[in-house]
Structure formats: C-alpha cells, structure tokens
C-alpha cells in the first residue's frame, strides 16, 4: 500500500481548497483545473511546456507541491519544473501569456511565509531540479545554480580549503537565503552572507534573463540583494567564498534546569565577547522519540553552539566562563569548515513547523527571566536566541537593499507540527515564546527568520523600503512574482 506523503500526513494549512473542478482534456491528458478561463491557462502551460509542468491530477503533483515544511499545503494552479535557464525562460513566457503568477521555490523552507498567499492562479516554480556548483579556487569564488543548497556547496568548496557564510541548516538553498540576508557562525566578524553575492543570473518579468551585478543592471542587483524572488527567478548566482579549511566549533549542553543560571551567564558573556565569537543559546524540549538518542528523548536541555574563527588557544580562553558552568557535553573542537553545517542539529528532512522572532536590542537580566519563564511551555520545541551584532549590524557601502541587520539578538521560538490536530497548540506556543520578550523587541526584522504570512517587512529595509519599491514597480508592474518575503 501507498505510503501517505508527509503533506498527506499533516495538511494542517491548506491554501486553495480544490472545489468545483473542471476535467479537460488536451493531448490525450487529463487537466483537473477549476473553471474555463483555468482551462485554458492550463492549455497554453501544457502546450509551451510539456512535460515540465505537472497539474492537479497529474503524477508527481502532489510530490512536487509539497514544501521542505511539510506542515504547508501549498496548492498552485500547476508546478513547473525547469532543468535550465531556458526553461525558466519558458515558463515565466508562458504563465504571463496565461495570466498567471510566478513563484519561484527552490525548497519550501520558507513555505509558511507563503502561507497566506492565493496560489489558484500560481505557477509555482520548483528549482529543485537545477542545481550545481562550480568553484574557482584562484579567484575564490563560486557560480551555484538556482536551485541549490548549501551542502553543493560545502561539498565543493571544502577540497580547496573555502567555504561561505552558509547557515546552520545543510538544505536550505543558496539563493533563498542569501537574497533575503542570511545570518551564519560567522556573522558577527563577517557581516550578513548577502554583502559575498557578486553577480545574479535572473529571469525577470518581461522574460528575459539578464545579468545583474555592480556594473551591470546595478539597480537591479541592489534590489535582488533582499529582494530576492519578488524580482524575478535566479537562475544562478556568483558568490565569494572565504579561506577557512577549519574552524573552531561545537556546542554545550546541560539539563534544562540549569536554564535560568546557564542563561545568564550567556547574556552576561555575550555582552564583551569578541565579534570573532557568533553563538546561540537554545532551550529544547524533545519529545519522547525512539528515533532520537536517549539521552534526548523527553528531555528538556538547553544549549550553546556556534564558532569562533580564533586559535584553540584564544577560542578555549573564550570559552571558559561557559565551560566553568560543568556542561554535560562539550564539543567544542576544531572541526573541517563544511562540518560547521552540522553543529547546530537542524533537522536532516522534512518537517512541520511553526515558527516566529522577534529582535532585541539587548538581553536584559529581566529579558533573561522572561525567555527562560517561556522556554518550557508546552507544545515550545525550541525557545533560540541568537547572539548577532557585530559586523553583521553594519550596514555595507557597496551592499543592497538589504546588507545588515538592525539589533543585537535574534529570539526564534520553534514549535512542532506532528499531527494537524497540533497545529493550533503549536501556532500558540510559538507565539508565546516570542510575546515573552514584547517589552524588549525593537522594530526591526530578520527576513529570513519571516515565516509567517501578513510580516510588517518594511522593518528589514529602513530606508531602503521606499527605493525597492520603487523599483519592484519598475521591474515587475504587473506583480508576477509571488515571494515569501513579498515587496
Ligand atoms: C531548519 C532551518 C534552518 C535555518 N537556518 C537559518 C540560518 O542559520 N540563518 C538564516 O539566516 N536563515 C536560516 N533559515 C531560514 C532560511 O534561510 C530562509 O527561510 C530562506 O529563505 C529559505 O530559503 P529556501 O530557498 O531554502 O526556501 P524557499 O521556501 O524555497 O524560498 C524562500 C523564498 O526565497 C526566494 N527564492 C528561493 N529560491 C529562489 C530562486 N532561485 N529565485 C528566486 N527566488 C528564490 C523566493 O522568494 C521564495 O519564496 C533556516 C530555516 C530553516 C527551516
């Protein structure tokens, strides 16, 4: 028997109900589309495209629409799959001349940013299929495909001794997190992982796939910078890669009872430490799994992770005051740059999840007493501060519409969504976990922390807001693309 998908297992957020449905018939395959004028949108697609978009109905459709957060039920019009830059070509043609909406995806992590949006008259454009990485050691950078995620590159970076300012999950993709900031173990010394793209490959709405970069279409490459899929779909994109072959890296662990003491010595320690220091401190609330290891199954923990590009020395003298507090299990080691993905534990597959953040300015003693108040409440499976500032609150001379972040932490509050029946213990406890630190929060956003639909961005871009818009008007009037972070 037929394994249900994990889509099929926890439909807990459904975007466009599939009622009243037209069957046509075209090519001798049959279309479930809703009504006429759907018909022969659906027609065209399937004319210009043939087998790289799949509808309702079609093999494969129901796979190729459920996103990495399994927890969405994203419910396009029809899912297009490109294998290059001119099938990306193809496809934007053929939805514009449909009068359909374009949204690129390459894979789902942010889905629940989408959440909200009317998808019935979406092509979602899945880039899963165009991935590759090609790396130039001597000029240390690195020409990543669409699609890709951020394993490709590691992988390919790592023999010659580089890697980038990836984020702590192997399968996000390059492109997603990028164009919309992308805060790393390296941020506080190196800045926002959006200031290494040099150059963007992009199909823009009028159907043509122009090159953006400083020099060339320099408006649009300061708008793609945070902007991201609201200007089009990357097909590929240039990046700077960093010669580091090994960092200084690991995590710490006690019993979540520490959390109160082992939380504020974080804050306290964070307050001096150097920006070659960039951690976060989490509580975690694990289920009782089999499939997790024992000593986590059911238990609450709290943990600091992250890393420091320093000597072991220096790195270890750091580390003391936190290492003084007795943890568990330390790991901290000097470990293979690519290894660095892996330290924070995100998980390997696909997941439901709700999540939410707020950004602070500052850990107060009494801010302390509210994160951990709010850790452990029940349904809560991850109350995470992360500590930025630093570099990466400073704003690049030659960056984009976004190249900073403003604020000095990130609070990220992560809740499970095993069983659709959970998902509004789940929305809730997310919610508290952020509405714990409302005295503190400041007016800013991280954009790649936005997973959640209806998201005030103009938070995330400050001055910029005004510009990009201007410039969205200017390069997509019609509003083809449909983004997670929308402008
Ligand atoms: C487990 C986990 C760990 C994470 N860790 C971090 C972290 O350490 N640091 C951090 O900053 N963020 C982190 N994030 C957030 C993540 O970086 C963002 O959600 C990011 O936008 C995901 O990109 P994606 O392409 O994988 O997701 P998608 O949902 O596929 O894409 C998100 C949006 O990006 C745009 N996009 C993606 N690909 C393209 C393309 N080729 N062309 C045009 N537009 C495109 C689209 O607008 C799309 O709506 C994490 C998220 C998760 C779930």
């Known amino acids: ?232 779909v990357v097909v590929s994109i240039e990046i700077e890669l960093l010669p580091i072959a090994d960092v200084f890296a690991g995590m710490l662990l006690w019993d979540a009872s520490r959390a109160a003491e082992v939380t504020h010595a974080w804050a306290e320690w964070t307050r001096s430490a150097p920006e070659s220091a960039t951690t976060t401190l989490r509580i975690m609330n694990f289920p009782p799994l089999p499939q997790l290891p024992p000593f986590l199954s059911g238990r609450s923990v709290v943990v600091v992770d992250g890393a420091f590009e320093e000597t072991d020395a220096a790195a270890s003298a750091l580390l003391e005051p936190l290492r003084a507090l007795q943890p568990e299990m330390d790991t901290f080691a000097r470990i293979p740059a690519p290894a660095l993905v892996a330290v924070h534990m995100d998980p390997p597959e696909p997941t439901p999840a709700v999540t939410d953040h707020v950004m602070l300015a500052a850990f107060t003693t009494e801010a302390v007493d509210a994160f951990v108040a709010v850790g452990r409440t029940p349904g809560l499976f991850v109350q995470e501060i992360r500590h930025v500032g630093g570099a990466a609150s400073r704003p690049s001379p030659d960056g984009g519409a976004v190249s900073s972040l403003v604020g000095e932490y990130v609070v990220h509050s992560i809740a499970m969504v095993p069983v659709p029946e959970a998902a509004p213990v789940a929305s809730a406890a997310a919610r508290a976990g952020v509405a714990a630190m409302e005295p503190w929060r400041i007016d800013a956003v991280a954009l790649t922390f936005v997973d959640a639909p209806d998201v005030d961005l103009t938070g995330a871009f400050g001055q910029a807001w005004a510009r990009l818009r201007q410039l969205k008007l200017q390069f997509d009037p019609a509003d083809l693309f449909a983004a997670a972070r929308p402008v």
Request: glycine residues 10%; aromatic residues 6%.
């Open 1 to 232: 028997m037929r394994q249900p998908t994990m889509a099929e297992s926890f439909p807990t957020i459904r975007q466009t109900p599939s009622t009243e449905r037209h069957l046509m018939s075209l090519n001798d395959l049959a279309i479930d589309v809703p009504d006429a004028a759907a018909a022969a949108a659906a027609a065209e697609l399937r004319a210009a495209l043939g087998d790289r978009v799949l509808f309702p109905g079609d093999p494969g459709f129901d796979a190729a629409r459920t996103p990495w957060n399994v927890a969405v039920d994203q419910y396009p019009f029809a899912v297009a799959l490109p294998e290059s830059a001119d099938d990306v070509v193809d496809i934007v043609r053929a939805a514009t001349l449909a009068g359909l909406r374009v949204a690129p995806q390459s894979t789902g992590h942010a889905a629940a940013a989408m959440a909200g949006a009317d998808l019935s008259r979406t092509v979602l454009l899945s880039l899963r299929g165009l991935r590759g990485v090609q790396v130039d050691p001597d000029a240390r950078t690195a020409r990543v495909l669409g699609g890709s995620v951020w394993s490709d590159v590691l992988e390919s970076a790592g023999p010659h001794g580089l890697t980038a300012l990836h984020g702590s999950a192997a399968d996000v993709s390059v492109v997603g997190y990028l164009l919309s900031g992308g805060l790393s173990f390296y941020a506080r010394k190196r800045g926002l992982g959006v200031n290494c793209v040099r150059a963007v490959h992009v199909v823009t709405a009028d159907g043509r796939l122009v090159h953006a970069s400083a020099e060339e279409n320099p408006d649009l490459f300061w708008a793609l910078r945070g902007g991201s899929g609201a200007f089009g």
